[in-house]
């Protein structure tokens, strides 16, 4: 399974991204896809997942501004970033993994498969 994620830049506060990650072997529709991001010095943070019955679950700091949904006809997950503030400023990574359970969506540490990051930066 390879993961390729895109989409990241710069943008002013208030600004808007949509990050993508395109999956490509496996099978997509069962996989679950989280996007965690990352600065220096600072380990890789849960921001949002999203489960192959599309239930999404979200980091408290980004619920109402971040978006995310999939396209299994695409092969491909979207993180819609509404609303951004410098603070979200990090390089974004997206992951998969096919049998991951619920209670562990949000650690970085149980997803098999990773892609590249993706730098965002918000300025202020």
């Known amino acids: 399974v390879q993961l390729q994620a895109s989409g990241g830049g710069l943008v002013q506060a208030g600004g808007s991204l949509r990050l993508s990650c395109e999956v490509s072997?496996?099978?997509?529709?069962?996989?679950?896809v989280g996007w965690f991001r990352q600065t220096a010095g600072k380990e890789r943070g849960f921001v949002a997942a999203?489960?192959?019955?599309?239930?999404?679950y979200y980091v408290d700091s980004v619920k109402g501004r971040f978006t995310i949904s999939r396209n299994n006809a695409k092969n491909t997950v979207y993180l819609a970033m509404d609303s951004l503030r410098p603070e979200d400023t990090a390089v974004y990574y997206c992951?998969?993994?096919?049998?991951?359970?619920?209670?562990?969506?949000?650690?970085?540490?149980?997803?098999?498969?990773w892609g590249q990051g993706t730098l965002v930066t918000v300025s202020s």
């Open positions: 992951a998969a993994d096919p049998s991951i359970i619920l209670s562990s969506i949000r650690v970085s540490q149980q997803y098999a498969y």
């Open positions: 072997g496996g099978t997509f529709s069962r996989q679950t």
């Open positions: 999203i489960r192959w019955n599309s239930y999404t």
